[in-house]
């Protein structure tokens, strides 16, 4: 390993090579091993005790991007597996194997040498931030150092599994009226473009004067077709610039989370899902053993919203100065009262941990039940704009046929 390592340090690429061999007690063994070449891998695994007869460098092969539900999903996995008694480095070969997306698959393996080698498993985490952020690295760090890693990885697992099902319930719940905009707009741009044209050439046969609201469509028509790359490139462009100033502009972020809290019924559900991953991380957190005021430090961020994060970080301030939590956070003046009562409790109590898991617990059911609620009242509320939207233009499209049947 040592010279695997050497060779990095000189610039020299590495690969992912599949070994089998076998090893002292004449046990068939198989693995995966990191090296510059199959020398390196041969060398290293003789160190090892184990005899080789077969390596083999491993296709690259892309895989999906990693998601957080895969973290999840393996953070169980680990848990469950060192609960059961199994080694880490065994449990992280377990894991890997089962892994059905490459990348995955991948980033264990790389995780397993790091610990392979000496690194702490924290330390090995924190090389990969973009899947493994401080929350999770700092409880992981808490777990190794007290002895506790089943225990805060069990807790992990549990709050990653919450978070992710919070998420999901909030894009399943703005998913369907954007992808029903997005095909409302297609609709109409197609009759536009194609269907009212069709109708104006029939309609100037009747050399008649035609509806206000006929002609207000077919005007409408006439500037689609002659400018619809320039609608189509206005509305793509100025939503890529949108995002991306969203994205980018730290200033932009707090502007927009402060609206979205602000908008009638979606603001609320936010609202509820930023409280509930608040008050989970910060149990978390706690019931880790980690301090307070370094807790906060992870707190804001997970909540996924700007105001919670400004929050956060007042509230870290007050504290870090002798004050109350509850009494910082009431200052703030966006927590629930509830959240406020449990944390006055858990404090006077000394079950802060207790007390924040089941505010969570609560508005994470209300997630559920506004969700829930919101789907309902959607769907009558998007085939009513739907309706009215291309409804309209067929009415005003079939106004002339009317009054010629009329007239005739």
């Known amino acids: 390993m040592a010279t695997a390592t050497a060779a990095a340090a000189k610039g020299v690429k590495d690969f992912v090579f599949e070994w089998e061999g076998k090893d002292r007690n004449g046990k068939v063994v198989r693995g995966e091993l990191r090296a510059g070449g199959e020398a390196m891998v041969s060398a290293t695994l003789r160190r090892q005790g184990i005899l080789v007869n077969k390596v083999k460098k491993r296709r690259a ?32 070969d377990i894991v890997a194997r089962g892994a059905t ?15 392979e080698t000496g690194t702490s498993l924290s330390s090995a985490f924190r090389k990969h931030p973009m899947y493994f952020d401080a929350l999770y690295c700092n409880l992981v760090e808490a777990g190794e150092a007290g002895g506790i890693l089943e225990a805060l990885l069990d ?17 399943s719940a703005l998913t369907y009226p ?15 473009i194609f269907v009212v044209p069709a109708f104006e050439d029939v309609f100037k046969s009747f050399g008649a004067d035609l509806p206000a609201p006929t002609l207000v469509v077919i005007a409408m028509s006439k500037f689609f077709v002659s400018y619809w790359w320039a609608i ?26 402060r609206l979205l809290l602000k908008i ?35 707190v804001g961020g997970a909540s996924g919203n700007a105001v919670f994060l400004e929050a956060t970080e007042q509230i870290q301030r007050d504290v870090s100065t002798g004050a109350a939590l509850t009494t910082s956070m009431q200052t703030t003046a966006i927590f629930p009262t509830m959240v406020l009562q449990m944390a006055s409790i858990g404090e006077e109590s000394g079950s ?57």
């Open 101 to 115: 997306n490459p990348r995955l698959t991948r980033l264990l393996n790389d995780i397993r040498q790091d610990v």
């Open 264 to 298: 009638p019924v979606f603001g609320d559900l936010l609202y509820k899902s930023a409280v509930a991953r608040w008050t989970r991380t910060l149990s978390t957190m706690f019931a880790a053993g980690v301090p307070l005021v370094e807790a906060l430090d992870s």
């Open 155 to 171: 807790r992990l697992a549990v709050y990653q599994e919450k978070t992710v099902a919070i998420k999901n319930k909030i894009k």
């Open 232 to 257: 189509f490139g206005a509305i793509g462009g100025g939503l890529y610039f949108f995002l991306q100033t969203w994205k980018r502009s730290e200033k932009m972020q707090k502007r927009m989370d």
């Open 352 to 408: 802060l941990d207790h007390m924040l898991a089941k505010a969570a617990e609560f508005y994470e059911d209300e997630v559920d039940e506004a969700v829930k609620a919101l789907s309902s009242l959607m769907e009558p509320f998007i085939i009513v704009i739907l309706g009215g939207l291309i409804g309209g233009i067929v009415v005003s499209m079939y106004l002339p046929i009317f009054k010629l049947g009329q007239v005739v």
């Open 178 to 192: 954007v992808a029903v905009m997005v095909v409302a707009f297609i609709v109409v741009a197609v009759i536009m």
């Open 61 to 92: 092969s892309g895989g999906s991007a990693i998601k957080q539900k895969d973290i999840a999903v393996f953070t169980r996995q680990l848990a469950t597996m060192m609960r059961a008694g199994v080694p880490l480095l065994q449990a992280f």
